[in-house]
């Protein structure tokens, strides 16, 4: 089978693409991956070619009849795991080690990631992603709701588990849908006086430890391009290029 191609956006912004570039690496899928500039002309003609509605991610293989093309992240999530990896992504295991009593754990893991998907709008508008800074924000009544509610999934998840466990025990489809919250929690929290409890700072710092979490930071804070729609807060400092 041909190598799938992941499209993406800069990786200092793109939350979206974090998700399917992180779910496809922790479940050693093999894939290409192509960055665009997001809100420049140089990505239309990527987009037209492969991405309906215009937006990223977007993957790709195959040729002419054979063509596969999958957008939205949660798509791509499900997609991935029906054909292109041996391990369940909503469990962590082996597809061959699944039985009944992995159905709880399943469960959760795919309604917090459609509530990831779908919700939690405070968070969205009042943090978007920005790795490279540290920013103060004056967060409003839904982002800090939302926050609460993170917590409150945190910790149901992490409630008898290890130290440095991911929210199922092995890393899952819900760390990857969750990992642009915690840089978002990095980005914002400390400067805006906001307190998270110790069990989402500990979850917090086993994400940021995950290698593949940390070679994403690493490109991103290569990136040069300010997005002026995805800067939010007073900025306080810049790691990376931006901040020599």
């Not at 693409?17 to 496809?24: D, E, V």
């Not at 798509?75 to 009944?100: E, F, Q």
């Not at 199922?168 to 990095?186: I, K, M, N, S």
């Not at 994403?216 to 900025?235: F, H, M, Q, Y």
């Given at each position: 089978?041909?190598?799938?191609?992941?499209?993406i956006?800069?990786?200092n912004?793109?939350?979206?693409?974090?998700?399917?570039?992180?779910?496809?690496?922790?479940?050693?899928?093999?894939?290409e991956e192509?960055?665009?500039?997001?809100?420049?002309?140089?990505a239309t003609?990527?987009?037209?070619?492969?991405?309906?509605?215009?937006?990223?991610?977007?993957?790709v293989?195959?040729?002419?009849?054979?063509?596969?093309?999958?957008?939205?992240?949660?798509?791509?999530?499900i997609h991935?795991?029906?054909y292109?990896?041996?391990?369940?992504?909503?469990?962590g295991?082996?597809?061959?080690n699944?039985?009944n009593s992995?159905?709880?754990?399943?469960?959760?893991?795919?309604?917090i990631?459609?509530?990831?998907h779908?919700?939690l709008?405070?968070?969205?508008s009042?943090m978007?992603?920005?790795?490279r800074?540290?920013?103060?924000?004056?967060p409003?009544a839904?982002?800090?709701t939302?926050?609460a509610?993170?917590e409150?999934?945190?910790?149901?998840?992490?409630k008898?588990r290890?130290?440095?466990?991911y929210?199922?025990?092995?890393?899952?489809?819900?760390?990857?849908?969750?990992?642009?919250?915690v840089?978002?929690?990095?980005?914002?929290?400390?400067?805006?006086?906001?307190?998270?409890k110790p069990?989402t700072?500990?979850?917090?710092?086993t994400?940021?430890?995950?290698p593949?979490?940390q070679?994403?930071?690493?490109?991103?804070?290569?990136?040069t391009?300010?997005?002026?729609?995805?800067?939010?807060?007073?900025i306080?400092?810049?790691?990376?290029?931006l901040g020599?």
């Amino acid at each position: 089978m041909q190598k799938p191609l992941l499209i993406i956006g800069n990786k200092n912004y793109s939350s979206w693409s974090l998700r399917a570039w992180l779910l496809l690496k922790a479940f050693n899928i093999d894939f290409e991956e192509q960055v665009i500039e997001l809100f420049h002309p140089s990505a239309t003609p990527i987009l037209d070619e492969h991405a309906p509605t215009g937006k990223v991610p977007v993957l790709v293989y195959g040729e002419n009849d054979e063509r596969v093309m999958v957008w939205d992240t949660l798509a791509i999530a499900i997609h991935a795991n029906d054909y292109l990896t041996n391990l369940d992504i909503w469990i962590g295991l082996n597809k061959s080690n699944i039985d009944n009593s992995n159905r709880i754990n399943s469960a959760y893991c795919q309604s917090i990631v459609a509530e990831m998907h779908s919700g939690l709008m405070g968070i969205r508008s009042d943090m978007p992603m920005n790795i490279r800074a540290t920013a103060r924000i004056q967060p409003s009544a839904a982002c800090l709701t939302d926050i609460a509610r993170v917590e409150e999934i945190f910790a149901d998840c992490l409630k008898n588990r290890s130290k440095n466990s991911y929210l199922f025990g092995q890393f899952t489809a819900a760390d990857a849908f969750f990992a642009p919250v915690v840089l978002r929690l990095q980005t914002y929290t400390d400067a805006s006086d906001i307190v998270l409890k110790p069990t989402t700072k500990q979850y917090c710092e086993t994400m940021l430890n995950n290698p593949h979490i940390q070679a994403w930071i690493d490109s991103a804070l290569k990136e040069t391009r300010v997005i002026k729609e995805d800067e939010a807060g007073e900025i306080l400092s810049l790691n990376g290029v931006l901040g020599h």
